[in-house]
T-cell receptor
């Protein structure tokens, strides 16, 4: 059981370049989300999805797009990378029916450096 | 303005002793609190949680205490073991926020042999 997988593990971009961070889960979870973690700060929610075809913004959505065409995949797109998007990105998933977050599973993270 | 604060960036504890990690919050609407543990190059993993209707929850070596009047919670680890060395995040959610989590900045716990 792979759980939540993220690719790539590490990426260097130049300002203005675009890229997609991939996230996949094999637990049939309805709810998926993207967080970023910056030094000295907690994880902050970027976007989330409660099911295929449904997405919504989190706390820090600017500069990022998401889509959810399947239950398994939830890619995060940076259309024009900026140095402020240098961060570690975590994807997570959980069963939508769970009120509480114990069942939220995180991927290993993608470290992104924008020059 | 951070709604969940972990004021100690790091904490060093002798193996076998008690580790106490603290967390303060400002939003009185928070009704559920969680602690996550994170090792380097891995995602956070759930550790223990507590509902606002309780003031204590225990799971093996881990106990979380909640003081609602002080808007403060703490995680106690007894006894501390080398494998407990990690970053610990406090997180909170409110029923009216679609259960989205608000995270503290984390405390790096170092267990010394």
């Amino acid at each position: 059981n792979a759980g939540v997988t993220q690719t790539p593990k590490f990426q260097v971009l130049k300002t203005g370049q675009s890229m997609t961070l991939q996230c996949a889960q094999d637990m049939n979870h309805e709810y998926m989300s993207w967080y970023r973690q910056d030094p000295g700060m907690g994880l902050r929610l970027i976007h989330y999805s409660v099911g295929a075809g449904i997405t919504d913004q989190g706390e820090v959505p600017n500069g990022y797009n998401v889509s959810r065409s399947t239950t398994e995949d939830f890619p995060l797109r940076l259309l024009s990378a900026a140095p402020s998007q240098t961060s570690v990105y975590f994807c997570a998933s959980r069963s939508q029916g769970a009120r509480y977050q114990e069942t939220q599973y995180f991927g290993p993270g993608t470290r992104l450096l924008v020059l | 303005d951070q709604q969940v604060k972990q004021n100690s960036p790091s904490l060093s504890v002798q193996e076998g002793r008690i580790s106490i990690l603290n967390c303060d919050y400002t939003n009185s609407m928070f009704d559920y609190f969680l602690w996550y543990k994170k090792y380097p190059a891995e995602g956070p993993t759930f550790l223990i949680s507590i509902s606002s209707i309780k003031d204590k929850n225990e799971d093996g070596r881990f106990t979380v205490f909640l003081n609602k009047s002080a808007k403060h919670l703490s995680l106690h680890i007894v006894p501390s073991q080398p494998g407990d060395s990690a970053v610990y995040f406090c997180a909170a959610s409110a029923m009216d926020s679609n259960y989205q989590l608000i995270w503290g900045a984390g405390t790096k716990l170092i267990i010394k042999p």
